[in-house]
Nanobody
Framework: QVQLVESGGGSVQAGESLRLSCTAP????????MNWYRQAAGQEREWVSS???????SYADSVRGRFIISEDKATDTVYLQMASLKPEDTALYSC????????????????????WGRGTQVTVSS
């Protein structure tokens, strides 16, 4: 089955940068775009950024100009480059496919569903 795996989180100082990655191990292609969401402790989940299958990107106002979403189609990895991090960016960041069903294929297998990763923690201290 498909499992989205995020990585790249960590603890940084305000003003520093991190790059998050989202991939589906064992799968080499998908037919949908990808979203990044975040959820701070005690708060609602917040949409952060999206990239469509055509490479069109969009951002929440709170991160526009500081975060960049991109993807490497060769490895089917989606990245979130985060710069000028602020304490208010502290959250669990998760990736999610942007349509249902999203089809992932790899190794002769294909699966269709809506997929979420478990997230990677980003902590920004002042």
């Amino acid at each position: 089955q498909v499992q989205l795996v995020e990585s790249g989180g960590g603890s940084v100082q305000a003003g520093e940068s991190l790059r998050l990655s989202c991939t589906a191990p064992g799968f080499t292609s998908r037919n949908c775009g990808m979203n990044w969401y975040r959820q701070a402790a005690g708060q609602e989940r917040e949409w952060v950024s999206s990239i469509t299958t055509r490479g069109h990107t969009s951002y929440a106002d709170s991160v526009r100009g500081r975060f960049i979403i991109s993807e490497d189609k060769a490895t089917d990895t989606v990245y979130l480059q985060m710069a000028s991090l602020k304490p208010e960016d502290t959250a669990l960041y998760s990736c999610k496919t942007d349509s249902w069903p999203c089809e992932y294929c790899g190794g002769g297998r294909c699966y269709s569903n809506n997929y979420w990763g478990r997230g990677t923690q980003v902590t920004v201290s002042s």
